[in-house]
């Protein structure tokens, strides 16, 4: 069974001072690992994702995440937080090729101090 | 090009009631999965629709039936609403569904049952 922690609910950074949103997966298989994010009353966006090519991912935004095996980790990253990066962030997994469906974590609010 | 979108926007149901939701999916999709995100939580897998027949489910009960149209567009019915069935629901388009594609989401349609 796949399955998906958000270390933190909430994480709260300032202006310009990097982002670590933390996230722990669980999975039987090779998993496909994603990072959403919510802004209020907005659909989800894809930040990035992971699909067992490089262990470093690049996303939209300045974010990226590395994807470690042993640690069973993929933590979202960014060197300097803007205002706008305030919103709902969800860390995903899905098995590759075996599952149609995504795993939610429960969800990091980020919080961004001027 | 339109993205995912959903209607209707908002919608007020009573215990007991039955409702629909409509989705189009994004511009050359075939694939459309529905998610329901309680509040303060992530979203929760229903099923998803391709090639007009239920290919994967999630942990729903039989309330939750869905349709997809010949024009890849898809329904998602509740019957019998409970007032947990309280939650905004997502739908997500793909290509084939692969969890490798990304999926696209909708906006959602906020549904509050009283």
């Known amino acids: 069974a796949q399955s998906v922690t958000q270390l933190d609910s909430h994480v709260s950074v300032s202006e310009g001072t990097p982002v670590l949103l933390r996230c722990n997966y669980s999975s039987s298989y090779s998993p496909s690992l994603f990072w959403y994010v919510q802004h209020p009353n907005k659909g989800l966006q894809l930040l990035l994702k992971?699909?067992?090519?490089?262990?470093l991912v690049k996303g939209i935004n300045g974010f990226e995440a590395e994807f470690k095996k042993s640690e069973t980790s993929f933590h979202l990253t960014k060197p300097s937080a803007h205002m706008s990066d305030a919103a709902e962030y969800f860390c995903?997994?899905?098995?590759?090729?075996?599952?149609?469906?995504?795993?939610f974590g429960s969800g990091t609010r980020l919080l961004v101090r001027p | 090009d339109a993205g995912v979108t959903q209607s209707p926007t908002h919608l007020i149901k009573t215990r007991g009631q039955q409702v629909t939701l409509r989705c189009s999916p994004k511009s050359g999709h075939d694939t459309v999965s529905w998610y329901q995100q309680a509040l303060g939580q992530g979203p929760q897998f229903i099923f998803q629709y391709y090639e007009e027949e239920e290919r994967q489910r999630g942990n729903f009960p039989d309330r939750f039936s869905g349709h997809q149209f010949p024009n890849y567009s898809s329904e998602l019915n509740v019957n019998a609403l409970l007032l947990g069935d309280s939650a905004l629901y997502l739908c997500?388009?793909?290509?084939?569904?692969?969890?490798?594609?990304?999926?696209?989401f909708g906006p959602g349609t906020r549904l509050l049952v009283l």
């Open positions: 995903v997994v899905s098995q590759m090729d075996s599952s149609y469906k995504l795993i």
């Open positions: 992971y699909t067992s090519a490089a262990t």
């Open positions: 997500a388009s793909s290509l084939n569904g692969r969890t490798e594609e990304t999926q696209y």
